[in-house]
């Protein structure tokens, strides 16, 4: 069982993560976490000394939280096509987060990509952990020379469609395009190479 310290910070960290999701990294004050997380204000300075510091440990939690679900999607989905539709399951599954917020990692990115670059680029590892899983996917499914590419693809159209639906708050035309999507997948694993 993790020590109270521990138990703590994770609390704020937390409690960052979702405020960091749902009004933006610029627009989260430090007293926002304080007040979220329910912790005294000096106690969190033990654990972090500027916002920063808060979202690196946000993008940490994310990254290992990430990571678990697709090493447990590789455990309980036997085929690539199995495991490849899952990963689309994400855009449905989420969809009433992404008609009020947008996609978690797209939002973030966007934001710090404007003015805070070395910051952006810790954010960008939350893409890259999907990457480099979608390309093995890929790759196992018989698209090896193609396989990095073909994550590019798919990472970049459920982008759009999150965009899109978020922008129109319309869950109907996520939910199509993310057929449609599904639909490409299904011709792939086929052998027929067709653009999405």
């Known amino acids: 069982m993790p020590k109270k310290s521990e138990r703590t910070r994770q609390r704020v960290v937390e409690a960052a993560n979702r ?8 627009q989260t004050s430090f007293s926002d976490v304080v007040e979220a997380a329910g912790v005294p204000r000096g106690n969190i300075y033990y654990y972090f000394k500027t916002k920063d510091e808060i979202l690196e440990a946000a993008i940490h939690y994310r990254t290992e939280r990430i990571s678990q679900m697709l090493e447990n999607w590789s455990g309980s ?6 495991r490849l539709h899952r990963f689309l399951d994400i855009l449905t599954n989420s969809a009433d ?9 797209g939002t973030l990115n966007t934001e710090l990509g404007k003015d805070q670059g070395e910051l952006q680029e810790q954010a960008e590892n939350l893409f890259k952990v999907f990457e480099s899983w979608l390309t093995d996917q890929f790759a196992e499914l018989g698209y090896a020379g193609r396989a990095h590419e073909l994550a590019l693809r798919l990472m970049s159209q459920g982008q759009g469609i999150s965009v ?9 035309f996520l939910r199509r395009e993310k057929e449609r999507l599904a639909a490409w997948l299904d011709q792939l694993a086929e052998g027929k190479d067709e653009c999405a």
């Open 19 to 26: 405020l960091f999701y749902h009004k933006g990294y610029n």
């Open 164 to 172: 899109m639906a978020h922008v129109h708050n319309d869950p109907g």
């Open 97 to 105: 987060a992404i008609m009020r917020y947008g996609c978690p990692m």
């Open 77 to 82: 989905y036997r085929t690539p096509i199995q």
